[in-house]
């Protein structure tokens, strides 16, 4: 059976008469069954979506067919689809329903996508190797030793195997793009309020983004251009239009591209990864961009910020789940207050009751300024100091992790360790840009690399068609 790389391929081969949809959405469906072992995805909608597939075959027949006919689809355990289940991998959550689709979930379906199952990741989105979903691990399908990164790791594997076309995760601090780097993928965070969060379970709202995982930059293109845009239902998302991205995706001008000057020096960064780096600093060099060093002095409060200020955020938000509205309840209680206490502390999961409990902290009586309020004002001090050098800057290069994928159970003893994989992407969730993880080569284990460039805000456009041009120069 074929394995696609692209949407654009597939349509071809649907119109050749080679395929369908149904017989694509049949040939996912064996995958998935065959690589159940990468415990990818926590439901599959198999008669739905081959029903679906016959529904979007029929369309393309009739020639009314939407823009994403023969693209079949995952959904991270965090994204609203209406009659379906929903938890964010959480046990706490058991048995809930989602009652409405998300609108980036209605605007697939609006364009003919086939959504195939929802997929596996960190528990509320709090990870970054996949290992805190209270489903258990998902495996990274080139060494199942070792972990696919989080918190969309279920969402990048399986794009990675070839368990369908593309995914839809979440961003709150690199958990699109840190896994798209651990499995040799596309992962594109787009700026903070493009798409409506309306339908996404809320980790830290401030930082949250829907993003998108693919095998190339154009189907990436494509499902920003559907997804993007202003939305009744999300007060915070951008008024802006939506520019075509599909159409501008060549890059012919010559770009003044600024590199972290840490990031090719310091030893905290994989060898390979800072060789490969420099292979296409001096590949961007030789075609004619202006390429500089630049140095960030806020480096080193970029994770306790964001740290910080998610925690907090954390706490708030999900002081929602507690066992009388929906979801699991304890049975070991005897009043309401011990139903409360027993329900959260048997329903959370250990790092999600580290996260709540650090967020409380920081926002209790007579630490509120101390941590809280600091943290929002270097927020502040890393937004401005990344504009500045965006005003100097087109594009920003740095690698998107400073190590490859790292063995299961390497980091979860050390949190702080664990919480180091966010170095590079934090920044862009901190100050709000937008930011793509492109492969860049592999190391002498055959794990994957991923390089990561970031551009101003609703810069989308110009961050695509680079990222596409540097993949052809790599």
Request: with cysteine.
């Amino acid at each position: 059976m074929k394995t696609y790389n692209s949407l654009n391929e597939i349509k071809l081969d649907i119109g050749k008469g080679l395929t369908s949809c149904k017989k694509l959405t049949g040939q996912y469906l064996s995958n998935i069954k065959q690589k159940a072992h990468l415990n990818v995805f926590l439901e599959v909608y198999e008669q739905e979506a081959l029903k679906r597939a016959e529904e979007v075959d029929a369309k393309i027949a009739a020639g009314k067919a939407g823009k994403l006919a023969g693209m079949v689809i995952g959904l991270k355990d965090v994204l609203c689809h209406k009659d379906h289940g929903l938890q964010g991998s959480s046990k706490i959550l058991d048995g809930f329903v989602s009652k409405f689709n998300g609108t980036a979930i209605q605007r697939l379906i609006d364009e003919d996508a086939i959504i195939i199952g929802r997929q596996n990741c960190d528990e509320f989105a709090m990870g970054s190797s996949n290992e805190n979903s209270a489903f258990g691990n998902v495996l990274n399908e080139i060494d199942n030793t070792r972990v696919p990164g989080g918190s969309s790791g279920g969402s990048a594997v399986a794009v990675q195997a070839d368990l369908c076309l593309a995914s839809l995760g979440s961003d709150t601090g690199g958990s699109v793009r840190q896994p798209a780097a651990f499995c040799g993928i596309v992962g594109l965070k787009p700026t903070y309020s493009r798409i409506s969060r309306y339908g996404l379970i809320a980790y830290a709202s401030s930082f949250d983004t829907i993003g998108i995982i693919t095998k190339n930059v154009d189907d990436a293109a494509l499902l920003l251009e559907i997804i993007a845009g202003k939305d009744d239902y999300d007060s915070t998302v951008s008024q802006q239009p939506v520019p075509a991205y599909t159409k501008n995706l060549s890059f012919s001008k010559k770009a003044k591209i600024g590199y972290l000057k840490e990031s090719i020096e310091s030893e905290g960064v994989s060898k390979t990864i800072r060789e490969n780096t420099k292979k296409v600093i001096d590949v961007l060099i030789k075609e004619g961009h202006t390429v500089e060093p630049f140095e960030f002095p806020l480096l080193e409060y970029i994770l306790p910020a964001y740290y910080i200020l998610t925690t907090a955020e954390a706490s708030s938000n999900l002081s929602r789940y507690d066992g009388v509205k929906y979801g699991y309840r304890s049975k070991n209680t005897k009043d309401l207050e011990t139903m409360y206490k027993k329900t959260r502390s048997e329903g959370f999961g250990k790092e999600v009751k580290r996260r709540i409990m650090l967020g409380t902290f920081v926002l209790s009586a007579g630490f509120y300024d101390a941590y809280y309020t600091k943290a929002q004002k270097v927020r502040r001090l890393i937004k401005e100091e990344t504009e500045k050098i965006l005003s100097e800057y087109d594009f920003l290069v740095i690698p998107t992790t400073p190590t490859t994928a790292f063995k299961i159970g390497e980091n979860t003893s050390d949190p702080l360790a664990m919480y180091l994989a966010d170095l590079f992407t934090v920044q862009a969730n901190l100050s709000g840009i937008p930011a793509i993880s492109i492969p860049n080569g592999k190391d002498a284990q055959g794990l994957p690399i991923g390089l990561q460039i970031m551009t101003k805000a609703f810069g989308e456009q110009d961050l695509l068609a680079f990222s596409k041009y540097v993949l052809e120069k790599i």
